[in-house]
């Protein structure tokens, strides 16, 4: 199976960068997987989890608070606004941004479109909660 480069930051550190068989995204338009040749491609990122498959068949997981990704055939960048492996994950953090984003539809949005993105953030932060509970 052929491998690409694929590398995970956010602004705190760099995560990963290693050669790897595939990567699942949480792209804005759902879930994609990466793999070597992909097509280039830039998405938005939304909170969910990232799934790396590495070359030797181990597979690890991290959780991601939105950003993007540039994919070219011969690997993928995902720039994170905010990321941790999910063996890491605080449960009491991803709560609080929930209560934050609540907080912010009651203060009152600015405007349609804000509140529109407010509420969509909202959604994706509860089943991102709602995925971990699995894990």
Known sequence: MADFNFELVSPERLLLSERVSEVVIPATEGEMTVMANHAPTMTTI????????????????????????DILPT????????????DEIDRVAIDKRIEAAKA????????DEHRTRVET??????????ILVAF
């Open 104 to 111: 912010e539809l009651q203060d009152g949005a600015h405007s």
């Open 46 to 69: 939304r909170p969910g989890i990232v799934t790396v498959k590495a070359i030797d068949g181990k597979v690890t997981r991290y959780v991601v608070f939105g950003g993007f990704a």
């Open 75 to 86: 690997g993928c960048t995902l720039l994170a606004e905010s990321a941790v492996p999910a």
């Open 121 to 130: 953030f909202l959604t994706e932060l509860t089943q991102l909660n709602g």
